[in-house]
């Protein structure tokens, strides 16, 4: 007798996220989305930018760090995994192609405080699945590395 185990059912939807770029003066405008406060952008310093506004290149880093974190707070949510505290940094690395620049690879770094030593190798499961399933992480062409610290809290 053989069993046919059966896929979660998925129901695919189509989802559209729109912004605007407003208040454009030189290298520097203004970011917007309906309901969200305006974002200052620009292009780097490096770019011929202003220093202190947010550039595509720290949204393109933070965006997968942001994702990396939601699906694994996600995740351990749907595994029963607690834990104290989740904290991450990221950087990325931009670098010169024979046409142009382009990130070929994204190190996020997550620190998770744990309760107990018997939650160590779930959350180490439940970041793995996060890093295998983080949406932007499957979007973009570069290498994205997760280089977790768990901590007994």
């Avoid at 520097?28 to 506004?53: A, D, Q, Y």
Wanted: net charge negative.
């Amino acid at each position: 007798m053989t069993t046919t185990l059966t896929p979660p059912r998925i129901r695919p939807k189509s989802f559209t996220y729109r912004t605007n770029v407003g208040e454009v003066k030189g290298r520097t405008g203004t970011l917007t989305g309906e309901g969200k406060p305006p974002i200052w952008v620009s292009s780097p310093p490096e770019f011929k930018g202003e220093t202190g506004h947010w550039t595509p290149e720290d949204f393109f880093v933070a965006s997968i760090e942001v994702c990396l974190m939601l699906t694994f707070v996600g995740l351990a949510e749907k595994r029963g995994l607690s834990f104290g505290t989740y904290e991450s940094s990221s950087e990325g690395l931009l670098e010169w192609d024979q046409i142009s620049y382009h990130f070929t690879r994204v190190i996020v770094a997550p620190v998770i405080t744990l309760f107990d030593q018997e939650s160590f190798a779930t959350a180490r499961e439940v970041l793995a699945k996060a890093h295998d399933t983080c949406l932007v992480a499957n979007s973009v062409k570069c290498d994205v590395i997760v280089e977790p610290l768990f901590r007994l809290e």
